[in-house]
């Protein structure tokens, strides 16, 4: 992938890190949680794949907190890993990888055979039951034992409509308040890019791949930790939630 010298990458980071705000006001609490869960079971010098890593939201926090970690990240989305290894260039900590993670060959891209932990923000809802639960196979295999393996995603129990769908209008009332003060959405921070002189033509062959936005289907926590439990975790359970959102902390 081509990066242009002088291009401002970190601006484009932050840029994407407040548009994923807009939509997710404590998107840096569930950073926090999952960055001391990893402290907790596996040290201060983690190896860790930033599973569909996008621009690398992850693998930033992880070297601001742990300066000795090293990272691989994978996506397939081709602009926001130029993103990504734009904001990177020259740190030899972190690797990318570009792969499709419906691709069953795609672990023997990896750098390494195992991590101490896999981690992923805000992407895997892309995928629908049946794909995420073999993506959860792989996942297992490249964990070593006694790492972990964090999903933080949007994860809804159906169970409850009422809750959710006042939950919803909340959160949407919010959302149009902070977009009348200027905030940037997701198909306006797309635009953006797309008018950009570097990253118009990944864009473009972004959106061949994807389209518009990809739909999956949003299971809820409970689904996640018995599947995850299923593809040979020894424990799995939340360890973060909001009404919309929680994360999942798996242990092999």
């Known amino acids: 992938m081509t990066t242009t010298t002088g291009t401002d990458w970190r601006a484009w980071q932050e840029s994407w890190d407040r548009q994923q705000e807009w939509y997710m006001p404590d998107r840096e609490e569930r950073f926090r949680v999952m960055l001391d869960m990893v402290e907790a079971l596996v040290g201060p010098e983690p190896r860790v794949l930033d599973l569909a890593c ?22 397939l989305d081709p602009a926001l890993l130029t993103i990504a290894e734009g904001t990177f260039a020259g740190d030899r900590r972190v690797t ?21 932990a ?6 895997l809802h892309w995928l629908h039951s049946e794909p995420l639960a073999a ?29 959710n769908a006042a939950e919803r209008a909340h959160r949407h009332t919010r959302m149009e308040q902070a977009k009348a ?14 008018q950009d002189p570097v990253l118009g033509a990944p ?7 994807y389209g518009e936005h990809a739909e999956g289907d949003a299971q809820s926590a409970d689904w996640h930790t018995r599947v995850l439990r299923d593809k040979g975790f020894a424990e799995a359970r939340t360890v973060w939630s909001s009404p919309s959102d929680a994360l999942v902390l798996a242990v092999k």
Do not use: C
């Not at 691709?103 to 055979?113: A, E, F, I």
């Not at 949007?154 to 809750?163: F, K, Q, V, W």
């Open 135 to 163: 993506l959860y196979g792989h996942v297992a295999e490249l964990v070593r034992d006694g790492g972990v393996f964090m999903n933080a995603d949007h994860m809804i129990d159906e169970t409850t409509p009422r809750i």
């Open 118 to 123: 896999v981690l992923t923000a805000t992407a």
């Open 54 to 75: 996008g621009t690398g939201s992850i693998t930033s926090r992880l070297f601001a907190r742990f300066p000795n970690a090293v990272s691989t990240g994978i996506d």
């Open 181 to 194: 003060k200027g905030a940037v959405d997701w198909a306006e921070w797309w635009q953006l890019a797309a």
């Open 96 to 116: 990318f990888v570009t792969a499709d993670l419906t691709d069953p060959d795609w672990p023997t891209q990896l750098p390494y055979d195992t991590y101490d």
């Open 203 to 209: 864009t473009a062959r972004r959106f061949e791949i």
